[in-house]
C-alpha cells in the first residue's frame, strides 16, 4: 500500500529507510558523487532523480564507496531515507523506469533505521580487468584496460602476497587522498586469467583513493617485467607516493561487493561484471 506523509519541517527524521543495490557502468560519467558547483553527469544525481520522482519528493542517497570516474560498479549498496512507503517493485521497477540505460537498480528493500550504507559495510571488493593483447579491442572499450605488452600472471601473483593483511598504504593512495588514516587490511588479492581478460580480484576493509588503480599499476609493470617482483613490496615499504609507479587507467575497473553483518538481511546477488563466469 502506498503511504505518503507531508513534509512538516526541516529537524523531522523521514520514518522509512532503504537500500538498494545499483549497477553502473561509469565510462559517460565523471564518477559516483554529485558536484554542486560545477554540474558534470555523476551516477549519484541519475539515482537521486529517479528516486525522487517515486517518492514525489527530493531524496538523498548515501552510498557504500564513492567510485572516481570512468569506474563501474556491479553492487554499488546505497540507503536513502523517505517520507513515503513504496512496495518494493514500485522502487525498483517504477526507478529503473527513470534511469539511463548505463544504471540499474538491481533491488531495493526496506531496513532497519540504524542501517547505513557506508558505516555499517565491513569490507569492499573490486575487479580490475585487463585485456592483454598486441591489437587493441573494439568491444567494451571503456569497460577492460588495454595494453598491448605481454603480462606474467605468476609475478603478479607472487608480487601480489606482499600487499595481503594490514599495512599502511601510503605509497599506493592517490596524493591528494583526505583519508586520515592510511592504514587499510587486504583480506585478498587474487590475479586470474578469465578467458581472454586478466582479473585482478581484491577485497579490504575500505580502500584509499586510487587505491586499486595504484595497486593495479604497480602489478602491470612487474607482470610486464619492468621491475622486479619485490618491487610491490619496496613501494609499500616506502610509504612514499612518488615511489608507486603510474596510476593504471579507470577503465576495466568494477566496484563488486560490499560485506555487511549479517543481521541487516541484504539480498545476495552474483559478483560481477556478469559476464565473466567466476561467482567466487
Not at 580480484?201 to 617482483?229: S, Y
Request: net charge neutral; hydrophobic share 40%.
Amino acid at each position: 500500500m502506498q503511504q505518503d506523509r507531508p513534509l512538516s519541517g526541516a529537524t523531522d527524521v523521514a520514518p522509512y529507510r532503504y537500500a538498494a543495490a545499483v549497477e553502473y557502468a561509469g565510462a559517460a560519467y565523471h564518477g559516483w558523487q554529485k558536484q554542486t558547483r560545477d554540474p558534470v553527469p555523476s551516477i549519484q544525481s541519475e539515482v537521486e532523480s529517479a528516486l525522487s520522482r517515486i517518492a514525489n519528493h527530493p531524496v538523498d542517497v548515501v552510498c557504500a564507496g564513492r567510485t572516481d570516474a570512468g569506474v563501474s560498479a556491479c553492487r554499488q549498496v546505497i540507503h536513502f531515507d523517505t517520507w513515503v512507503e513504496r512496495p518494493e517493485r514500485a522502487w525498483l521497477m517504477g526507478g529503473n523506469t527513470h534511469l539511463p540505460d548505463d544504471i540499474a537498480f538491481l533491488w531495493v528493500k526496506p531496513v532497519r533505521a540504524d542501517f547505513h550504507a557506508r558505516f555499517s559495510a565491513l569490507s569492499r571488493r573490486y575487479r580490475y580487468l585487463i585485456y592483454s593483447s598486441a591489437v587493441k579491442p573494439a568491444v567494451l572499450t571503456k569497460g577492460v584496460t588495454w595494453t598491448w605488452k605481454t603480462l606474467e600472471i605468476e609475478r603478479m601473483q607472487q608480487a601480489a602476497r606482499a600487499l595481503v593483511g594490514e599495512h599502511d598504504f601510503t605509497s599506493y593512495r592517490a596524493v591528494g587522498c583526505q583519508a586520515k588514516n592510511p592504514v587499510r587490511r587486504v583480506e585478498h588479492l587474487q590475479i586470474y586469467r578469465e578467458g581472454q581478460l586478466l582479473v585482478i580480484d581484491i577485497k579490504a576493509n575500505a580502500f584509499l583513493h586510487h587505491m586499486v588503480r595504484n595497486i593495479a599499476g604497480v602489478l602491470m609493470k612487474i607482470g610486464a617485467g619492468e621491475a622486479e617482483v619485490d618491487w610491490a613490496q619496496q613501494v609499500l615499504d616506502a610509504r612514499d607516493r612518488r615511489q608507486g609507479g603510474v596510476t593504471a587507467p579507470p577503465f576495466g575497473l568494477y566496484f563488486v561487493d560490499v560485506g555487511y553483518p549479517p543481521e541487516f538481511v541484504l539480498p545476495q546477488t552474483a559478483l560481477g561484471p556478469y559476464f565473466l563466469s567466476s561467482a567466487d
